[in-house]
């Protein structure tokens, strides 16, 4: 099985509605995080968690919310889906003082169509 | 604020040896990292240097200079699997010690 999963795989929403991508890891790390990939921008940074009770915005968190409802789980959802929040959303997961590369491992990715 | 530059694409023969470059601009720096990307698949890890010089892993091999804000991928022997989309990223001192991503180089091999 995959360490870490993302629900759904895809997904293709209407502007104005409100979704939610889930993330789960079985590798018992503390950090999560949420990235959007956009073709010729890379990977940008939506938010972060170091744990369940702490959560941080990122480089492009307007029109995101995020939750951390188990240490093993962390949700992204757009409240009101606009067109140009169609990218494919990656979560990834790290553990902190594991390793001093602090490599991140990535989902298989959810991409989402706004229509 | 952070900014990387990489080029966009590279085509090399399968065999051979190619270098991606990766040049930073960056408020403060803990280390450069490299991932791995095909068409389709999600990001892997596959170095990461916080001292100058030369990592070598199998095949791969990341240099960096952090006097010169600069770093490159080295990939040697290369093989049509290596097709694929490689990213540079700092990791910086903010609240996370965040990743920040390079745009992405398309590396396409050829036979």
């Known amino acids: 099985d995959a360490d870490v999963t993302q629900t759904p795989r895809n997904r293709i929403t209407k502007t104005g509605k409100r979704i939610m991508l889930e993330c789960s890891q079985t590798k018992g790390h503390d950090r999560m995080y949420w990235y959007r990939q956009d073709p010729g921008l890379g990977l940008r940074l939506i938010y972060y968690?170091?744990?369940?009770?702490?959560?941080n915005k990122g480089e492009i968190s307007d029109g995101y919310s995020v939750s951390r409802q188990a240490q093993a789980k962390f949700s992204l959802s757009l409240e009101s889906a606009i067109p140009n929040q169609t990218a494919l959303y990656f979560c990834?997961?790290?553990?902190?003082?594991?390793?001093?590369?602090?490599?991140?491992?990535f989902g298989p990715g959810t991409r989402l169509l706004v229509l | 604020g952070q900014s990387l530059e990489q080029p966009s694409e590279v085509t090399a023969v399968e065999g051979a040896i190619v270098q991606i470059n990766c040049t930073y601009q960056t408020s403060g720096f803990y280390g450069l990292s490299w991932y791995q990307q095909h068409d389709g698949g999600a990001p892997t890890f596959l170095s990461y240097?916080?001292?100058?010089g030369l990592e070598e892993t199998g095949r791969f091999s990341s240099f960096l200079s952090r006097s010169d804000s600069y770093g490159y991928l080295l990939l040697q022997e290369l093989q049509m699997k290596d097709s694929a989309s490689y990213f540079c990223a700092v990791r910086v001192p903010t609240g996370a010690n965040n990743l920040f991503f390079g745009t992405g180089t398309r590396l396409t091999v050829i036979p």
């Open positions: 968690s170091f744990d369940v009770k702490d959560i």
């Open positions: 240097n916080a001292l100058d």
């Open positions: 990834a997961t790290s553990v902190h003082g594991g390793s001093p590369k602090e490599t991140q491992y």
